[in-house]
């Protein structure tokens, strides 16, 4: 600012001193002043074009221009030389010292900016941009948390997509009369701050929406087929609607399932017999990880530590259970196991 400022003075100071006729009237002051602030603001409005271009484009407008008045020179004194008599000479002047330079300067930028020379080519700036697509933050995901250690760790970066009608439902979660949902909705607060802090990721808040439909999951869908995003989720319900519409989907448990270390039928665990299942004599234990472990005829060593065999794995898009049977009934005997 105190340099712009700088500027307009020193414009207005040599205005004055190089275009008032020195008679000492105000008229001719006002219009060398006038003079002068017209050439600042040229320079400031040329400053404001030019604070969004690349080096590349600046340079390659540069030598455009440079060449395109050289070959208007060249070409205005040959046609000097060979029509001498020719009245029409000043005018195609004229139009090869406006011509040449301007084409010089448009294709001059263009060349620059497809090779890319001294900035990113347009193809690999085109690429890098898809590599690292927009994407869009549901509710429930913003709720659970994990996406924000996730951006921590580096696995998601890039641009995050915060729809407008998602904060109002953060918000409204969050002045909730139910203790639980009120502490739901400022932990999504909590978490959407703490991902607007991390250095490598964008949060851009938009006020896009749809009136006219009342589902908020429909209206992500419809945002994320208009901004060609991906919606990243951990409602398997929203998954598979995105899906059918042909939206890509980043889902937080099915990362998180197939990341879960790999159990085997036929390996030995030892677990907590938590709570009875549903099938007669079964009992229900939990890996570290929540995995759910339903063993046959544990209902009476529930609240204790036994060993078990496990016999399959089931895996489904909801999480992974595993079906096991207790080591001591298994001794002796074949256990039978069955994969997925």
Sequence with gaps: MVLRATLVVLCIVLGVALFSDGSGQAGGW?????????????????????????????????????????????????????????EAVPV??????????????????????????????????????????????????????????????????????????????????ADSSDTLKRGRGRRGLDVLGKIQKMVDIEVQIIEEDFPHIKEVDSKIVMLAKKMNAKVITNDLNLSKVAELQGVRVLNINELCNALKPVVLPG??????????????????????????????????????????????VLQTQAGRMIFARLKEETEGQEVPVAKN
């Design 92 to 173: 195609l002047g004229f139009l090869l010292l406006t011509g040449f330079p301007y084409l010089g300067l448009i294709y001059g930028i263009k060349i620059f900016a497809a090779t890319g020379i001294l900035g990113q080519s347009e193809t690999s700036a085109t690429s890098a941009h898809a590599s690292v697509s927009n994407k869009i933050l549901d509710t429930s995901v913003i709720i659970d948390g994990r996406v924000a250690d996730l951006c921590e760790t580096g696995f998601l970066e890039g641009t995050f997509i915060l729809p407008q009608f998602i904060l109002n439902e953060l918000q409204h979660i």
């Design 267 to 312: 390996e030995q665990l030892r677990v907590f017999v938590l709570k009875e299942g549903k099938e007669v004599g079964q009992g229900v234990a939990y890996l570290d990880d929540g995995t759910m472990i339903v063993v046959d005829n544990a209902k009476r060593f529930i609240g204790s530590n036994v060993n078990v065999v496990v016999t399959s």
């Design 30 to 86: 006002i219009w060398a002043a006038a003079m002068g602030l017209l050439v600042a603001a040229v320079a400031l409005g040329i400053e404001y074009v030019l604070r969004e271009a690349k080096p590349g484009w600046l340079l390659g407008g540069v030598a455009g221009l440079t060449g395109g008045l050289l070959l208007a020179g060249i070409a205005s004194w040959a046609v000097a030389v060979t029509l001498p008599g020719f």
